[in-house]
């Protein structure tokens, strides 16, 4: 599945923006500090997106699950 598949439903960012495709997810990802990357609930979310993209089918519901626990996550850590 391509990385432009969107989610059924957008994630809502703190920021009030939102991550609507698997590629803006990754983008998301890629653009936080590599010691963020590395934290165990980020690199799952990273796996989700990749075998998303990968494989297709329930991975995207996967994915977005994995990116909204991983957002969560941080807002308890803040």
């Known amino acids: 599945?391509?990385?432009?598949?969107?989610?059924?439903?957008?994630?809502?960012?703190?920021?009030?923006?939102?991550?609507?495709?698997?590629?803006?997810?990754?983008?998301?990802?890629m653009a936080l500090p590599e010691k963020v990357q590395r934290e165990a609930h980020w690199q799952t979310a990273v796996e989700n997106l990749i075998n998303a993209a990968e494989t297709g089918g329930g991975w995207l519901m996967f994915s977005r699950i994995a990116m909204v626990r991983a957002l969560n996550t941080d807002r308890k850590d803040k």
């Open 1 to 29: 599945m391509p990385w432009s598949t969107p989610f059924d439903d957008p994630i809502p960012l703190r920021s009030g923006g939102r991550l609507a495709t698997l590629q803006q997810a990754a983008d998301y990802v």
